[in-house]
């Protein structure tokens, strides 16, 4: 099953922060995060490996929730260049489930 | 530079004909995948590859073959295209099974059209 993605869309006002939620109903090993332009690949903004890790870089983090099967990433006086489409990787076993997907707009 | 390369980048073809997505990537990786994108689906794994010689269904493999014979490469074909498999595939590639520290990195993408 995908991990649920919440909420689906989110428009921002440059400066504003964000947060991007992802649950899963299966147990997560390690949670990723990707953010994809539009027509463009996903890449890679971090991963998650332990329950009540925290990540970060610039002025985006990430926390991770084992127990909840929850992962939160929190954009903070967004830019500009953080619209996109963001998605959340669960893995457990052998394969990266990703989410469903939220899509940021910023507008200036 | 350390990259995913696929090809063709866009592609239309008629039902039923043959068609082979290229991937390459030239990082290593032991792991591979292919993805296909559908609005309001997200991405959608169909095979992967854990090293040479060895490859697994994901979960919309219905359609789709792939072969893994060098580790730097995993081919997607589709023996008899229809088209609901107009989609925007990916592969991807990493270092470990579940991403790393690195994370999987993408090609460019393939946009396949099927009449």
């Known amino acids: 099953q995908q991990p649920v993605q919440s909420p689906q869309a989110v428009i921002l006002r440059e400066g504003e922060d964000a947060v991007i939620n992802c649950s899963s109903s299966?147990?997560?090993?390690?949670v990723h995060w990707y953010r994809q332009k539009h027509g463009e690949a996903p890449i890679f903004l971090m991963i998650?490996?332990?329950?009540?890790e925290q990540k970060g870089h610039d002025k985006i983090s990430a926390s991770f929730n084992e127990k909840k099967q929850q992962s939160s990433l929190y954009l903070t006086a967004s830019q500009l260049s953080y619209s996109g489409t963001y998605f959340c990787?669960?893995?457990?076993?052998?394969?990266?489930?990703f989410g469903t997907g939220t899509r940021l707009q910023v507008f200036p | 530079e350390a990259q995913v390369t696929q090809n063709p980048r866009y592609l239309i073809t008629v039902t039923g004909k043959k068609l082979t997505v290229t991937c390459s990537q030239n990082?290593?990786?032991?792991?591979m995948s292919w993805y296909r994108q559908d609005p309001g689906l997200g991405l959608r794994q169909i095979y992967y590859s854990m090293n040479v010689e060895v490859t697994d269904k994901g979960d919309v493999p219905e359609g789709y073959k792939v072969s893994r014979k060098e580790k730097r490469n995993f081919p997607l074909i589709l023996e008899s295209p229809s088209p609901n498999q107009t989609s925007l595939y990916f592969c991807?590639?990493?270092?470990?099974?579940?991403?790393?520290?690195?994370?999987?990195?993408f090609g460019s993408g393939t946009r396949l059209t099927v009449v």
């Open positions: 990082m290593n990786h032991e792991y």
């Open positions: 998650l490996l332990k329950g009540g």
């Open positions: 991807a590639s990493s270092s470990e099974l579940g991403g790393g520290a690195h994370g999987y990195t």
């Open positions: 299966k147990a997560l090993y390690s």
């Open positions: 990787g669960s893995h457990n076993t052998d394969k990266l489930i």
